[in-house]
């Protein structure tokens, strides 16, 4: 049986479908005063009135038999094997009407880690389709992820040059040192559409972790301790970067400022943290900075924090200008792994880990600060959980993409709207951020 979801996007298809059948008749239309056949005037005009009918009937019968054809498919698909075993899960839904707060963004940019050059695409959110394509240059490997500015028209990308994955440096791990990262920036239009690709700002040594772009898209912040990359024909084993640091290039003039994170409070005196996600305030100086630490050292859980860096500092110690905005209570029962800042510096969005009897459960939460208090935005069924899961939100905070394994959605009234059917081509990988809005 149909959906209306469906019968929806069928609509929209056959509306593109009619839009294009014009096209092809004013382009017959056009074609005799183009390239002009030599005929008396009269039969120009005799054969014109005859051939109009004749196009617009042809368009007719193609667009009917396409819609018998993509009927056909969706109630192929349409049947329980093919759906997604959960109801609480759906499939490239139209867009929600507009409602209090931000829009949801049009587009969103993602790449397919198994490809054989990495290629950033540009989706639309309501049926998933791919409005663009940007290919990286031929060898170049992605680290740090995909970040986009505020407003979702501009995104950027961190990678470096490497014809195969860094080579292993014996036991200790992967070397970096002959490596460099380099920024490459796109904006899309109104219609999903890319402009050209360039290079932004000087290249900087070694790989970066995750990356965020600022508001207005003229700095970059980077985690320079986390390794992960990705190259073509799937993910390439990743490690971590010598040091610990958060650092800022400027695009414009390449300044580069960095704070050394080695310690933090509330992380016991002498116990090492390890900086994670990085993440914008509206104001474009104020950068939240989540680290981890081992409250047991002989434990593997961690506990985390959230910090307001002050980026308009010159550098030096993260602990000398910053304040710790939030930070894991003792009390949970849970593990928190991820957490970002809405750009009005009163929230944190953060992914949490719990364990139930039938496994592991991803909850993704919203922490009013400094409160501390919470609510559940999102939580998947433990039989769901896919070794990883990460999450990414648009410039106003409202709008959060999850990815668990190979499948990504966006959230909408505590149901996972899936970015494409699960099982597709479309692969992630863990520990970079492949998709963003």
């Given amino acids: 049986m149909i959906t209306q979801d469906e019968l929806a996007r069928t609509a929209e298809r056959l509306r593109g479908a009619l839009t294009a059948a014009a096209d092809v008749m004013a382009e017959c239309d056009a074609a005799p005063v183009i390239t002009p056949v030599p005929q008396r005037p009269g039969r120009l005009r005799r054969a014109r009135a005859w051939l109009i009918p004749l196009a617009?009937?042809?368009?007719?019968?193609?667009?009917?038999?396409?819609?018998?054809?993509?009927?056909?498919?969706?109630t192929r698909t349409?049947?329980?094997?093919s759906q997604p075993a959960y109801p609480r899960f759906s499939i490239c839904e139209p867009l929600p009407a507009a409602g209090p707060g931000t829009a949801?963004?049009?587009?969103?940019v993602t790449t397919?880690?198994?490809?054989?050059?990495?290629?950033?695409?540009?989706?639309?959110?309501?049926?998933?389709?791919?409005?663009?394509?940007?290919?990286?240059?031929?060898?170049?490997?992605?680290?740090?992820?995909?970040s986009a500015t505020a407003d979702d028209r501009t995104f950027f990308a961190a990678a470096f040059s490497a014809k195969r994955c860094p080579a292993q440096a014996g036991a200790s791990g992967i070397s970096f040192a002959a490596h460099e990262t380099?920024?490459?920036?796109?904006?899309?239009?109104?219609q999903g559409r890319a402009g050209r690709l360039t290079v932004v700002g000087p290249p900087v040594a070694g790989l970066v972790g995750p990356i965020a772009a600022s508001p207005d898209g003229s700095r970059i912040?980077?985690?320079?301790?986390?390794?992960?990359?990705?190259?073509?024909?799937?993910?390439?084993?990743?490690?971590?970067?010598?040091?610990?640091?958060?650092?800022?290039i400027d695009l414009a003039?390449?300044?580069?400022?960095?704070?050394?994170?080695?310690?933090?409070?509330?992380?016991?005196?002498?116990?090492s943290i390890t900086p994670h996600e990085v993440s914008w305030m509206a104001d474009g100086r104020t950068l939240a900075v989540s680290y981890v630490w081992p409250p047991n050292p002989s434990g593997p859980q961690l506990s985390m924090a959230v910090a307001a860096l002050d980026t308009t500092s010159g550098g030096g110690s993260l602990q000398a200008h910053s304040h710790v905005l939030w930070s894991e209570p003792q009390k949970y029962d849970f593990s928190v792994e991820e957490a970002l800042i809405s750009p009005d510096g009163k929230s944190l969005t953060a992914a949490e880990v719990q364990q139930t009897a039938h496994g592991y459960r991803y909850v993704l939460l919203r922490i009013a600060l400094p409160s501390g208090r919470y609510r559940v935005l999102y939580e998947s069924p433990p039989e769901r959980n896919s070794g990883f899961t990460t999450f990414t939100q648009d410039g106003s905070g409202q709008h959060v993409i999850v990815v668990s394994g190979s499948e990504a959605g966006w959230i909408s009234a505590g149901k996972l709207v899936l970015l494409g059917a699960p099982g597709s081509a479309l692969e992630f990988s863990d520990g970079i951020t492949t998709i963003a809005w």
Avoid: H
């Avoid at 007719?60 to 009927?71: C, K």
């Avoid at 349409?78 to 094997?81: K, L, N």
């Fill in 56 to 74: 617009a009937a042809a368009c007719v019968v193609a667009v009917i038999a396409a819609s018998v054809l993509l009927t056909t498919n969706l």
């Fill in 78 to 81: 349409s049947s329980p094997a």
């Fill in 104 to 108: 949801m963004p049009r587009f969103y």
């Fill in 112 to 146: 397919d880690v198994a490809a054989r050059q990495i290629q950033l695409q540009v989706r639309r959110t309501s049926d998933c389709a791919i409005t663009a394509v940007v290919p990286l240059p031929a060898g170049w490997l992605l680290t740090g992820g995909i």
């Fill in 182 to 190: 380099r920024f490459f920036r796109f904006a899309i239009n109104d």
């Fill in 221 to 248: 912040a980077f985690n320079a301790a986390g390794g992960n990359f990705v190259g073509p024909g799937g993910a390439c084993a990743g490690g971590e970067v010598s040091g610990a640091a958060i650092s800022v």
């Fill in 253 to 271: 003039t390449g300044k580069l400022r960095t704070w050394q994170t080695l310690y933090m409070p509330p992380a016991p005196a002498g116990t």
